[in-house]
């Protein structure tokens, strides 16, 4: 049959059909929320109560949802995760800096801490659909690693690296809000808002350990150049006022903060870690039970919970992608350069379960119309 005449019966279908990685699935309540609270605060000075208010809120809520050990801030600036890792080459890494990369993101960020000011960073590095581990090693004194890697659905555990003075940061920008984590083993546990955290781009949120924090006032101290836009000092001074150093995206504060509420009333961390438990395990059942999907991290230990990646053999998984985005399901094709026949699905913790669900009968009655 050919894909235009595909009609996916609505029984079928997910009842919200966004899967996208990032940016991800925002809640109807969250968008409805900011019709309202928008009116007092977007367009408003961010300097004064109204918006500082939005971003305390969001703060706090951060705080109590990964119940933030003592000392430890929750510290945002503008710019995303990308804008974060030159953050962190100019802010965090004294000398040198060990980054593990096993996907497009661990390696991106292991190429910003290739930086001028610093000696060339040691890369430990894993295929595509395994991880690679950190490893504490002379001369080091910043370790870095993603927790979930977005682009191949690969997930480690967070753990601080044994290294005497160190500090080791996680890039939680698709497991935040999804994932378990014990903050206190890691110092710099950072993401932006448009994945786990159902909001929109342009922001970076770091929660930073009292080292983190220490080693920030000691490179700010040295003498070094740091771009203004880039200094963490900077962005700390202004998160303890609930503020950024420049102007942030207020919709994007507001709506992070509708969803760490909304966790937060739900059951926080443990309730959002069992929700997308729930839709992997309803993702990855299906694709081992059916003769033309598999999931593509074959160790199971290593499969993420909120990024899903399936392979498809005997059948283009570019076409069921595109049938699915006709019939109002978007955003499953795999990451671009991965360049698998493959479906990337998310499983934030915004997205029902019974919705993955009935994305995997969904895609049962368009392979068996392509065969
Ligand atoms: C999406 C993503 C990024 C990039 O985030 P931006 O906010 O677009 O800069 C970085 N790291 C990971 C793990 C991601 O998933």
């Known amino acids: 049959m050919a894909t235009a005449d595909i009609t996916i019966p609505e029984d079928l279908k997910p009842a919200d059909g966004?899967?996208?990685?990032?940016?991800?699935?925002?809640?109807a309540s969250a968008v409805n929320a900011l019709?309202?609270?928008?009116?007092?605060?977007m367009g408003t000075s961010h300097r004064k109560s109204a918006v500082k208010k939005q971003v305390k809120r969001l703060q706090e809520g951060l705080a109590e949802f990964y119940s933030l050990p003592e000392g430890y801030e929750v510290v945002l600036g503008v710019g995303g995760t990308t804008a974060f890792w030159d953050v962190a080459a100019f802010s965090l890494v004294r000398t040198k800096a060990q980054a593990a990369t096993f996907g497009e993101f661990g390696s991106k960020f292991a190429k910003e801490l290739a930086a001028p000011h610093l000696e060339a960073p040691s890369v430990r590095k894993a295929e595509p659909g395994s991880a690679a581990r950190l490893e504490a090693e002379e001369g080091v004194d910043f370790y870095a690693t993603p927790h979930n890697e977005t682009s191949t659905g690969v997930a480690v555990d967070v753990r601080r690296v044994a290294a005497e003075g160190a500090l080791t940061a996680h890039d939680a920008t698709s497991s935040a809000m999804?994932?378990?984590?014990?903050?206190?083993?890691?110092?710099?546990?950072?993401f932006a808002p448009q994945k786990g955290l159902a909001s929109d781009g342009g922001l970076w949120i770091a929660l930073m350990s009292p080292a983190a924090l220490e080693r920030t006032e000691e490179i700010a101290a040295s003498g070094r150049h740091i771009p203004g836009f880039l200094d963490l000092k900077t962005a700390v001074d202004n998160s303890r006022k609930n503020q950024t150093y420049n102007t942030p995206a207020v919709a994007t504060v507001i709506l992070a903060a509708e969803q760490t509420d909304l966790l937060n009333s739900q059951g926080g961390l443990d309730y959002a870690v069992?929700?997308?438990?729930?839709?992997?395990?309803?993702?990855?059942?299906?694709?081992?039970?059916?003769?033309f999907a598999s999931p593509y991290v074959t160790?199971?230990?290593?499969?993420?919970?909120?990024?899903?990646?399936?392979?498809?053999?005997?059948?283009?998984?570019a076409e069921i992608a595109a049938v699915l985005r006709a019939n109002g399901i978007l955003d499953t094709e795999p990451y671009r350069?991965?360049?698998?026949?493959?479906?990337?699905?998310?499983?934030?913790?915004?997205?029902?379960?019974?919705?993955?669900?009935?994305?995997?009968?969904?895609?049962?009655?368009?392979?068996?119309?392509?065969?």
């Open 18 to 27: 966004r899967f996208g990685a990032g940016p991800s699935k925002v809640p």
């Open 35 to 41: 019709a309202e609270r928008g009116l007092d605060t």
């Open 178 to 190: 999804g994932l378990a984590v014990d903050v206190n083993e890691t110092d710099c546990y950072y």
């Open 274 to 291: 069992k929700r997308c438990a729930a839709s992997a395990e309803n993702l990855y059942s299906w694709a081992e039970s059916r003769d």
């Open 299 to 317: 160790d199971a230990a290593l499969r993420s919970n909120v990024v899903g990646t399936v392979d498809f053999e005997g059948v283009d998984a």
């Open 337 to 371: 350069k991965l360049g698998r026949n493959q479906l990337r699905i998310a499983m934030y913790p915004a997205v029902d379960p019974a919705d993955v669900a009935k994305l995997t009968e969904s895609i049962d009655y368009v392979v068996e119309r392509l065969a």
